[in-house]
């Protein structure tokens, strides 16, 4: 059966439905996740469907806007979502007239009813679809703050919002012109929708339940109450027990002890935290698989608890020197760099200035972490050749000629979104970038802006293809700084516009094919998936810079250290301290050869040939448990830190234990109705109870704060300080 071209719009060809029916998907996983029957008569673009899609993804793009901010950082996430707006959309069903209007003739004589009908599975996943590409914190905010915050540069609404939605979109774009390569055949899987599928047709399937059981919504706001109510506790009335570094209340001014088991600045190997904004700060650990949390903590344990001590007590690097863990750079006296001190007053590199100055040192964590973005970058490429390879080879070959599974089968009776639709979205966005990088000055060539969206189209489908059938995707952050930081040596500004629009562009595109794949799975109207992520980013774009611009001009302190309410912009400071070694310094002088981290470089061979004895061990005993090794999982699953602390990431894996091993174990029918659920409603109570306590005990007339032990003991520790080890000499590094 020959494949008709998208842009021709749908493809009506008659099949024996009878067939269908008893046609499913040749996946396992797919077939117990997702229902093989479709009703295309269900209404899906509904009036009720915008309204809630719209007040519900509007809220959480701006709740998430301001937690980015935070450290720790509690997320709305989309799951939360889909669970919200499930009530919400039983209750417009329930109340709302079924009376169906008609437009006069010279609008178009349109139909249209605010209820037609349950509210059913398709509202439900396009309200999911619009919140999942649109309620994250945009990955460009980090430039648009750095610029205004560390180089001085002041900028307005209209170039942020442009910024944002240019760096949103154009992702958009490309990530239609990959529906046939990544959407539409049944071997791109995409595990990551198998558990929103199982949730939406559990909840429009769980009419009824068994006497004596509770419902999933019952329990749901239950431990959402508990979880708001809870959270008063480390939040505000005992805040020690977010920071519970309890070693360090007992050694203070022991720095190892307090480097070590410490919770603000150390590695966090006291595990326990009473807070969950602190357990789900890198995600909730409830949402991850167990090998995967098995991965990344192993390698959590490898290299912070184990590598990165031994480098830092033998002062490799001059490590000692500086806190161990913290996302500042260094100069040679110790103090916090000054970047402003190597910069004319164009903003741009001074080479006489910097060698007058200081180099920039870097603290022990975040040298290790470039040391494992040098290998991650080779070991990605090698793992997939290695394992997935083949693979990747047969989808390649199958494209045009892979059988429709049932799904795609059902998909038939719905128009095609054209490609020029998407075509249009891309290059539109691109100019519109353009626009922006021209007219307020950013000394981003046209060519650089060129040369970043041709880093994620050449990526966009290896990434996509390794994501859908592995989980593992491509990372273009190294690069995007690197290429520009060769290229516009010593201009900032130019570097992280040139890196967000890079990383955003591919991060986006991967994101809109998901989410595409998920609206083929529930069988929803390709045009409207199309419109809802559209419309959701767009306006999502607006609402979340006007929270950056009220909240940077409200709240006081923000993005310093000791900010009250601990807005300290931890992501932020990771973005300027890339900045500032990619983008000014540049990686000649901060790992070329003869320099103080030119060995990093060694770690991009040790990289490549990482998965290779792992391969080999596979190939020679098929059924060793080696076969479940990821080396990119592991190297990559630690690539928060910085910001994150150590107990970010032990008390993770401490709860996940509990949750993906113990009760998973023990009692999966419990685990399977309830897990997620318990990961929503922890997450939804406790951002509803930061937000009560901000906006009324720590905001109003400059806060009302109880002073007392248990909220401040935490702050006479060396971990909250950040000392390091050593003293630098009078006269600096030499």
Not at 520 to 535: E, G, M
């Amino acid at each position: 059966m020959l494949e008709q071209d998208s842009r021709d719009g749908s493809i009506k060809m008659e099949f024996d439905f009878d067939a269908v029916n008893e046609e499913d998907s040749p996946f396992p996983e797919v077939r117990a996740s997702v229902s093989n029957i479709d009703d295309p008569e269900m209404p899906a673009m509904t009036l009720r469907m915008w309204l809630i899609g719209l007040v519900l993804c509007m809220t959480a793009s701006a709740m998430n806007l301001f937690f980015n901010f935070r450290q720790p950082a509690p997320s709305v996430s989309p799951l939360v979502l889909l669970l919200v707006c499930y009530p919400m959309g039983k209750f417009f069903a329930f109340v709302l007239p079924i009376t169906t209007y008609r437009l006069p003739r010279y609008l178009g004589s349109f139909e249209f009813s605010l209820n037609p009908g349950p509210w059913n599975i398709k509202e439900h996943v396009l309200v999911y679809i619009m919140a999942n590409v649109a309620i994250s914190a945009p990955y460009a905010i980090n430039a648009i703050v750095v610029t205004q915050l560390n180089y001085g540069v002041q900028v307005d609404y209209s170039f942020s919002v442009l910024l944002v939605v240019a760096t949103q979109l154009t992702g958009f774009g490309l990530a239609g012109m990959c529906r046939r390569f990544l959407v539409w055949p049944a071997s791109m899987v995409w595990p990551q929708n198998l558990v929103t599928c199982t949730l939406l047709n559990t909840l429009h399937a769980e009419d009824d339940e068994e006497a004596g059981s509770i419902t999933r919504y019952r329990y749901f706001l239950l431990v959402l109450g508990g979880a708001f109510f809870f959270f008063f506790i480390p939040g505000y009335l005992f805040s020690a027990l977010s920071v519970f570094s309890w070693m360090c209340w007992i050694m203070p001014d022991n720095i190892p002890v307090n480097q070590l088991f410490g919770v603000d600045s150390g590695l966090g190997m006291t595990v326990v935290t009473f807070d969950w904004s602190q357990i789900s700060w890198i995600g909730s650990p409830l949402m991850f698989p167990w090998w995967a949390e098995v991965h990344i903590f192993f390698g959590f344990v490898l290299f912070f608890w184990i590598i990165t001590p031994i480098l830092y007590y033998t002062n490799t690097w001059d490590l000692a020197y500086f806190p161990l863990n913290d996302s500042n750079p260094y100069d040679r006296h110790g103090n916090v760099y000054n970047v402003s001190a190597v910069l004319d007053a164009s903003n741009r590199f001074n080479l006489t200035a910097y060698e007058n100055y200081s180099p920039l040192y870097l603290p022990a964590t975040y040298a290790m972490t470039y040391m494992l973005a040098f290998a991650l970058s080779t070991c990605v490429l090698v793992h997939t050749i290695l394992y997935h390879g083949r693979s990747l080879l047969n989808g390649l070959k199958k494209i045009r000629v892979e059988q429709d599974d049932i799904h795609s089968k059902l998909m038939r009776n719905y128009p095609e979104v054209p490609d020029w639709w998407y075509l249009v979205c891309f290059f539109s966005f691109f100019l519109l970038m353009v626009l922006v990088v021209e007219v307020w000055h950013t000394s981003v060539p046209v060519w650089a802006l060129l040369l970043s969206v041709a880093l994620p189209i050449l990526y966009v489908l290896p990434s996509g293809f390794i994501y859908a059938m592995t989980g593992q995707g491509i990372t273009l952050n190294l690069l995007a700084q690197i290429i520009p930081g060769t290229l516009m040596a010593g201009d900032p500004v130019a570097n992280m516009i040139f890196k967000a629009y890079s990383v955003q562009t591919l991060s986006e595109a991967t994101s809109f094919v998901q989410d595409l794949k998920l609206g083929h799975y529930i069988k929803v109207p390709p045009r409207a998936t199309f419109l809802v992520q559209f419309v959701g980013t767009l306006l999502a774009s607006f609402i979340q810079i006007g929270v950056k611009q009220w909240m940077f001009t409200n709240i006081p302190d923000i993005c310093t250290p000791n900010q009250p309410s601990f807005l300290t912009c931890p992501h932020n400071q990771v973005y300027f301290t890339a900045s500032a070694i990619w983008g000014i310094i540049g990686p000649t002088r901060q790992f070329g050869k003869g320099t103080l981290y030119y060995p990093e470089l060694y770690a991009i061979i040790v990289g490549a040939f990482l998965p290779v004895p792992f391969w080999l061990w596979q190939r020679r005993y098929p059924n060793s448990w080696v076969r479940f090794v990821s080396t990119p999982v592991v190297l990559n699953g630690v690539s928060y830190i910085p910001p994150a602390a150590g107990i970010n990431y032990s008390a993770w894996f401490a709860v996940g234990f509990v949750f993906q091993y113990l009760i998973r174990k023990r009692n999966f029918a419990w685990w399977s109705k309830f897990n997620y659920v318990t990961s929503a409603a922890l997450d939804s109570g406790t951002v509803l109870s930061f937000f009560v306590i901000f906006f009324t005990l720590d905001f109003p007339k400059g806060g009302l704060y109880i002073k007392w032990w248990g909220n401040t003991v935490y702050t006479k520790t060396a971990d909250w300080h950040r000392l390091p080890l050593k003293t630098i000499p009078p006269n600096g590094i030499p």
